[in-house]
């Protein structure tokens, strides 16, 4: 995978993280990477450095539906929200 790729992956993983954060869902499962340094506009970091976030985001995701049931997850209001706008652009 090319290095700009990586940090468009990293950069969306990232999105999902601050959605999970700012939706209450996610509680410290992003610890790890917060103390990593590295985020996506850090374009100037090795190919290896944002493999290593993208991994660790990719952690704290899945301990998300590790520790949360999805049925739990889908009634959190955000994202019913998100999902309800996602409908409404499929059904167009």
Known sequence: MHKEELVFLHLTLFHMKRFF???????????SYDKLG???????????DHKKAILTLCKGITDIFKESQPED???????????????????H
Do not use: C, D, T
Not at 21 to 31: D, K, L, Q, R, T
């Open 21 to 31: 954060e700012e939706a209450g869902i996610a509680n410290g499962h992003f610890a």
């Open 38 to 48: 590295i985020q996506p506009v850090h374009i100037h970091k090795s190919k290896a």
């Open 73 to 91: 997850v889908i009634k959190n209001p955000r994202v019913r929200e998100l999902l309800e706008v996602i409908e409404e652009v499929q059904s």
